[in-house]
């Protein structure tokens, strides 16, 4: 009998959740729970109906919580659909110009020129450096630590893109740019009474002398190192960033778009990630007996060494766990979109204007599409492997043209890093230990997830 066709004892574990409205909030209120955890806003309707509407400090909003309507907007009428001024007002600060931010024919350009970057030949070129942060995260636990989930991942993927983005740049020091980072991600991430206004596009958007410092920090970090990858030519990812040229025209990104597109990949490239592993490892410590089959899976193909970045297809319920994790907590929560023609999603009349919140949140629980929503059971994926097709109500990474660029290598790194903790350390998280999940840009625990790490002999 293989790890994975153990048979199932998972203990019933329903994870922390944000509770649905009730539908008879006043609108103040709804808006009040909205503005401090955009995932508590969403009614009853949200979660039974496909699209709901309502009207909000004069802006129609449509929530979106089925993949046939998803699709539609981000696929098949992706045209009509630019993201939404909430999503430019977050990211303008720190990454204007890079492809997160950029619309249209831009878009289009900068996508065929930064695809390519992210195809195999890169992951298994980056498998070296995640396998020696990951070896450098083990060497760093002791024999029985206490760590801090969030932190200790967060330190993990930093590390990692760290490696790839900044080698051995001179006049960079991770530790405080990791600090930046993080401080720079907080200020801009945190929701603002003026976000919810209809003001016009590119309306500025204030943030903290902290936050902003931080920002400029970290774009004067992505300056030097493209000045210094220009001066030494290298084939890691910032070489392959200022090297790649538009198939079309052959020219490369302009110095601007290529120091945002730097930016963006730190900001959007390592708190997704490290939020992947820590719920993750939360789950897996408060089910043990799926910790165990996780543990007898890895230990069966990957006794000792390192995890190859190839691994997928040798760890199916280590996969399963990396989906159940990131369809409970999808780092990126909610996507919005404006309504740039008028047209029709779901029969409704969607008029020019209109702002449309996929919530991807509320889809990956809504009875229609999942059995039992709110239980831990990473089971449901190795038994229905179509919840994981394309179409399906699972999409952590987006969907349509502008589906994550990267999810190819964040599954890897996730699946590298899962597979080499559980193998080497058990994992134990107090049974009191229930964090409210809290959408800031990304979906966190609050307040930290403390645990012990347990080197396994
Ligand atoms: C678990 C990890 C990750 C998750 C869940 C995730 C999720 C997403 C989602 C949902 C989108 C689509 C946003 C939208 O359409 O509005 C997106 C886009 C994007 N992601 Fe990721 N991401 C992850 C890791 C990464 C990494 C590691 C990088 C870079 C190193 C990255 C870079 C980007 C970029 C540049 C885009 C914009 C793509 C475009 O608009 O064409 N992401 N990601």
């Known amino acids: 009998m293989t790890a994975n066709m153990a048979p199932k004892m998972s203990e019933a574990f329903t994870p922390p959740y944000a509770p649905a409205l009730t539908g008879k909030e006043s609108f103040s209120y709804a808006m009040w729970k909205f503005m401090r955890n955009p995932i508590e806003g969403f009614g009853p309707r949200a979660y039974s109906q496909d699209i709901t509407t309502a009207n909000s400090l004069g802006v129609r909003l449509h929530v979106i919580t089925a993949p046939e309507l998803m699709h539609d907007v981000l696929s098949r009428q992706a045209e009509k659909f ?20 950029v619309e249209g024919g831009q878009w289009k350009r900068q996508r065929r020129v930064l ?14 450096m995640i396998t020696q942060s990951i070896e450098a995260f083990t060497s760093r636990i002791g024999q029985g630590a206490q760590v801090e989930l969030r932190e200790a991942m967060s330190d993990l993927t930093f590390d990692v893109l760290a490696k ?41 958007r204030p943030i903290s002398p902290a936050g902003y410092l ?27 960033l200022t090297g790649a040229t538009d198939p079309h025209s052959g020219k490369p990104l302009s110095a601007r778009e290529q120091r945002d597109n730097l930016t963006g990949f730190f900001i959007a490239g390592h708190e997704t990630t490290a939020l992947t592993l820590c719920w993750a490892l939360y789950l897996l410590g408060r089910v043990p007996t799926i910790q165990e089959r996780v543990l007898s899976e890895v230990k069966a193909a990957y006794p000792g060494g390192a995890i190859p970045h190839d691994c997928l297809s ?65 089971d449901r994926f190795l038994e229905n492997p179509s919840l994981n097709a394309k179409g ?12 994550c660029v990267a999810a190819g290598f964040a599954r890897m790194e996730a699946m590298m890093a899962l597979a080499t903790i559980i193998r080497d350390f058990k994992v134990e998280v107090a049974d009191n230990v229930y964090p409210r999940p ?11 997830i403390p645990a012990r790490l347990t080197r396994r002999n």
């Open 314 to 378: 040798n760890l199916p319920l280590t996969r399963a766990v990396i989906d159940e994790t990131q369809r409970l907590f999808p780092p990126a929560a909610l996507m919005g979109r404006q309504c740039a023609q008028d047209t029709q999603i779901g029969g409704r009349d969607i008029v020019k204007g209109d702002i449309l919140t996929l919530a991807i949140y509320v889809m990956h629980r809504r009875e229609a599409f999942w059995s039992k929503p709110k239980l831990f059971d990473p």
């Open 164 to 204: 790839a983005l900044l080698g051995n740049a001179e006049g960079v020091e991770r530790a405080s740019l990791h600090k930046a980072m993080q401080r720079g991600l907080d200020s801009v991430g945190t929701i603002r009474p003026d976000d919810l206004l209809p003001l016009p596009k590119g309306t500025p």
């Open 392 to 403: 399906s109500a699972f999409m952590p990474f987006g969907g349509g043209p502008r589906i």
């Open 438 to 448: 809290k959408l800031t840009v990304t979906l966190r625990p609050e307040g930290g």
């Open 115 to 128: 695809a390519p970057i992210f195809r195999p030949a890169l992951l298994s070129a980056m498998a070296p």
């Open 214 to 240: 931080a920002i400029r920090r970290v774009k004067k970090a992505a300056d030097t190192l493209i000045a210094q990858r220009k001066r030494h030519p290298q084939d890691d990812l910032v070489g392959l």
């Open 82 to 101: 630019p993201k939404a001024p909430i999503d430019g007002r977050i990211f303008s600060t720190a990454m204007k110009e890079g492809l997160l931010s």
